[in-house]
């Protein structure tokens, strides 16, 4: 599937591909909210973890950087902008404000121009996968299994939900720099030490603001790694 993905040439069918995705994802959150009991906050992490995963379609199609920047310019203008106006019901409707999605979109652009001009899109893919499976997935399980609850700095956390951002960061740092061909030494240091960066920084966030230290921090980790260990 990555070679099929890889194979398509021109822009236009890469932004349609793309654009397809993001509609699947809007109408599997539909779906999920019509037709099941879920509340507005699984609907969210719905469209959480579905967008994320864009970034697999940037990195295998080889999207250029300018368009992944302008379409997170755009969609981080949308987030701002339904801060303040109901543009998002679906995902802004969770009982809180939160600057999560604008923050989302922020990381992704910057990621982008980060690593996408120096050929190393992996650390930006990393980083946006913490984000959208950790993050997501930490959310999930600590609201329905997180019976072992911590406070920090005022905000109510759990061991499980913890535990699954240092496990799911572990695992997909494993899984996008063994695709690169690291070594298992530096695969191992590297994902024990995004996952500790990971979930220290998802256990800190307000407002949302998660959304963006995560992928910076997780992808900067390990960046840093590749460069220190070789």
Same mark, same amino acid.
């Given at each position: 599937?990555?070679?099929?993905?890889?194979? +398509?040439?021109?822009?236009?069918?890469?932004?349609?591909? @793309?654009?397809?995705?993001?509609?699947? +994802?809007?109408?599997?959150?539909?779906?999920?909210?019509?037709?099941?009991?879920?509340?507005?906050? !699984?609907?969210?992490?719905?469209?959480?973890?579905?967008?994320?995963?864009? $970034?697999?379609?940037?990195?295998?199609?080889?999207?250029?950087?300018?368009?992944?920047?302008?379409?997170?310019?755009?969609?981080?203008?949308?987030?701002? @902008?339904?801060?303040?106006?109901?543009?998002?019901?679906?995902?802004?409707?969770?009982?809180?404000?939160? /600057?999560?999605?604008?923050?989302?979109?922020?990381? $992704?652009? /910057?990621?982008?121009?980060? &690593?996408?001009?120096?050929? /190393?899109?992996?650390?930006?893919?990393?980083?946006?996968?913490? !984000?959208?499976?950790?993050?997501?997935?930490?959310? /999930?399980?600590?609201?329905? &299994?997180?019976?072992?609850?911590?406070?920090?700095?005022? !905000?109510?956390?759990?061991?499980?939900?913890?535990?699954?951002?240092?496990?799911?960061?572990?695992?997909?740092?494993?899984?996008?720099?063994?695709?690169?061909?690291?070594?298992?030494?530096?695969?191992?240091?590297?994902?024990?030490?995004?996952?500790?960066?990971?979930?220290?920084?998802?256990? &800190?966030?307000?407002?949302?603001?998660?959304? +963006?230290?995560?992928?910076?921090?997780?992808?900067?980790?390990?960046?840093?790694?590749?460069?220190?260990?070789?």
């Amino acid at each position: 599937m990555i070679q099929w993905f890889a194979s +398509v040439d021109t822009l236009g069918e890469k932004v349609a591909i @793309a654009a397809l995705w993001l509609g699947l +994802v809007g109408i599997a959150a539909t779906c999920v909210k019509q037709f099941t009991r879920a509340d507005s906050e !699984m609907v969210r992490k719905v469209v959480h973890i579905g967008t994320g995963n864009i $970034i697999l379609l940037a990195w295998w199609m080889a999207i250029p950087t300018w368009v992944i920047l302008v379409a997170a310019i755009l969609f981080g203008a949308i987030a701002l @902008a339904s801060f303040f106006y109901p543009l998002l019901p679906s995902i802004d409707s969770v009982g809180r404000k939160s /600057l999560g999605t604008f923050f989302y979109a922020l990381s $992704i652009g /910057l990621l982008a121009v980060w &690593f996408w001009p120096q050929n /190393l899109p992996e650390f930006a893919v990393l980083g946006i996968l913490i !984000m959208t499976w950790g993050d997501g997935l930490a959310g /999930l399980i600590g609201r329905q &299994f997180g019976s072992h609850t911590y406070y920090l700095g005022g !905000m109510k956390k759990s061991w499980e939900g913890s535990l699954t951002m240092a496990l799911i960061s572990a695992v997909m740092t494993i899984l996008v720099l063994a695709s690169m061909g690291t070594s298992l030494s530096p695969l191992v240091i590297s994902a024990l030490l995004v996952a500790i960066v990971a979930t220290g920084l998802e256990a &800190f966030s307000k407002l949302g603001i998660d959304n +963006v230290t995560v992928p910076l921090g997780s992808a900067a980790t390990a960046y840093a790694m590749s460069v220190i260990l070789g």
